[in-house]
Every structure is written in C-alpha cells, then in structure tokens.
C-alpha cells in the first residue's frame, strides 16, 4: 500500500509558477513509478507528466512540455511538479499516482494508487 498527499496548489496569475508537491508513505516509493494527471471541470482526466522509477526516464503531455517539470527526490519520498508559464487553460485539480509498471505511463488505468489531488487555478 501507498499514501499519496499532494500539496502547492492555489490562485495564480497567468504565466506565473506553482510547485506542486506528493509525499509518498508506505511500500518502497523508489520502485514506483510516479504520475501527474489533472483533471478540469466538465472533462475527463488526463495524462500530465511521469517519471519512470526505473531509468529516470520523463515524459509530458505536448499541453505542459516545455513549461512543467516533474522531479523525484526518493531519499525523501516525494515527487515534484514544478510549472511554469502557466495558462488559465491549467486550471484543474492535480493528483499524483503511482505505479508499478515502467511503460504506457500515459495512461491513467496503469496506475495503482492517488491521491486526493490539489486545487491549481490559473487566473487570466
């Protein structure tokens, strides 16, 4: 079992910067890979960032690449989104997943545990 707590969201202005932050407890977090997806009112979630807990390997939606970046931190349990230059088009809520798999990081039905998620608004 994993626990999964996010934390960072908030009100920010366009093409400002949040850091999102995902403490993980439980199992060995080293051997999970971790996920970012969002999901806005009215849509689906989708697929952000994720990090391979294997290669170190990074992989983002064309939406975020070149604005977001996700990092790990295993001595501390914790996984980071940092965004900038950010849209009001990124308003949504954030959830950090972890799994046990090293492909198709995509797709949100790979991933075994989430959290609860945290409130990111992106104002014009």
């Known amino acids: 079992q994993v626990q999964l707590v996010e934390s960072g969201g908030g009100l920010v202005q366009a093409g400002g910067s949040l850091r999102l932050s995902c403490a993980a407890s439980?199992?060995?977090?080293?051997?999970?890979?971790m996920g970012w997806f969002r999901q806005a009112p009215g849509k689906e979630r989708e697929f952000v960032s994720a990090?391979?807990?294997?290669?170190?390997?990074?992989y983002y939606a064309d939406s975020v690449a070149g604005r977001f970046t996700i990092s790990r931190d295993n001595a501390k349990n914790m996984v980071y989104l940092q965004m900038n230059s950010l849209k009001p088009e990124d308003t949504a809520v954030y959830s950090c997943?972890?799994?046990?798999?090293?492909?198709?990081?995509?797709?949100?039905?790979?991933?075994?545990?989430w959290g609860q998620g945290t409130q990111v608004t992106v104002s014009s």
């Open positions: 997943a972890a799994a046990r798999i090293v492909t198709a990081l995509r797709s949100s039905s790979r991933y075994d545990y």
């Open positions: 439980g199992r060995t977090f080293s051997g999970y890979s």
């Open positions: 990090i391979n807990w294997s290669s170190g390997m990074t």
